[in-house]
């Protein structure tokens, strides 16, 4: 891996780690699981922009440095079942729905982590009835997912610009 | 837009208005007054809210750690515990038929259930 890429794989997993922190700072809704996942911003950033090994270390890294800044290690399986769930969704789509469509990219990733998450639950706990709550997390989702896709979509918008030597 | 795209669209819009559909189905407040309380998906109590007086009182998990169950005027609710994300506490009061009470660290999950046969 060349130096550049290093580096940048390393300012975007800080970057996604200071967004996890400034969430854990916002007042958390009722039910559980429901996330804005500011952090999911680079990572779909970083799928259209890196190769699937580099995405990967850059998600493994911020989700298990995430659980220890949160001191919450006993979330890390969910995290990391969600994580790798929409990592490979987003890998293929990226495929099918070009840059231009990112936010759509970052909708399904969010459906997909959510899967993930239930999933995990579902089979640590031997409990089906945490099956509940997936209709609301799924609905969530979608809404986190545009919102955090959105944002990672003008983050490429202005990149762009800027290394065409625009200015704004 | 090309055809995949489309397609990804049509399937998101699907995906969120079924769960939205699924959210007003599962809107259905309690029928019955019979809770049960699960552990690692056993059984491990079943109560009539409508019979059990105002009470605290602990369940603790075998690996360590113990959630503080409360019953008040007919309704039960988590109101402490010590596991690391307290999502059982915030959850409040069981209202739904079908959406439980869950705590994942302690795989504790309080819900409604049939009133058992007399026997």
């Keep these: 891996m060349k130096t550049k890429r290093l580096t940048e794989l390393s300012l975007l997993t800080a970057a996604a780690l ?29 799928v259209y922009r890196f190769s699937g090994k580099e995405v990967f270390l850059l998600l493994v ?13 006993s979330a890390i399986i969910y995290s990391l ?7 490979c969704g987003m890998l293929l789509l ?31 706990t031997g409990t089906p009835a945490v099956l509940a709550y997936y209709p609301y997390l799924l609905v969530s989702g979608c809404i986190a997912g545009l919102f955090t896709g959105l944002c990672a979509q003008f983050v490429v918008k202005r990149l762009l610009n800027f290394r065409k030597g625009k200015t704004e | 837009m090309t055809k995949g795209v489309k397609l990804a669209i049509a399937a998101a819009a699907v995906i969120f208005l079924g769960a939205i559909a699924a959210i007003i189905f599962l809107q259905r407040p309690a029928q019955g007054t019979w809770v049960e309380i699960l ?8 109560l009539d809210l409508s019979q059990e007086p105002d009470r605290t009182f602990r369940v603790e998990f075998p690996e360590g750690g113990w959630n503080e169950i409360r019953i008040e005027n007919g309704t039960i609710c988590i109101s402490d515990a010590d596991c690391p994300d307290h999502t059982c506490v915030r959850t409040g009061k069981l209202r739904s038929e079908d959406i439980p009470i869950v705590c994942l660290p302690h795989k504790l999950v309080i819900k409604y259930c049939a009133p058992p046969e007399e026997s």
């Design chain 1, 18 to 46: 200071i967004a996890f922190i400034i969430e854990m700072r916002l007042p958390d809704i009722r039910i559980p699981g429901v996330k804005l996942g500011l952090a999911n911003i680079f990572t779909v950033y970083a």
């Design chain 1, 81 to 87: 079942a969600g994580g790798m769930l929409c990592l």
């Design chain 2, 39 to 46: 552990q690692d998906n056993k059984v491990i109590c079943t």
């Design chain 1, 61 to 73: 890294t911020r989700i298990v440095l995430g659980s220890l800044f949160s001191s919450n290690f």
């Design chain 1, 94 to 124: 990226r495929k099918i729905i070009s840059e231009s469509y990112l936010w759509l990219c970052s909708i399904f990733g969010a459906i997909l982590h959510n899967t993930g998450q239930i999933g995990a639950a579902v089979l640590m």
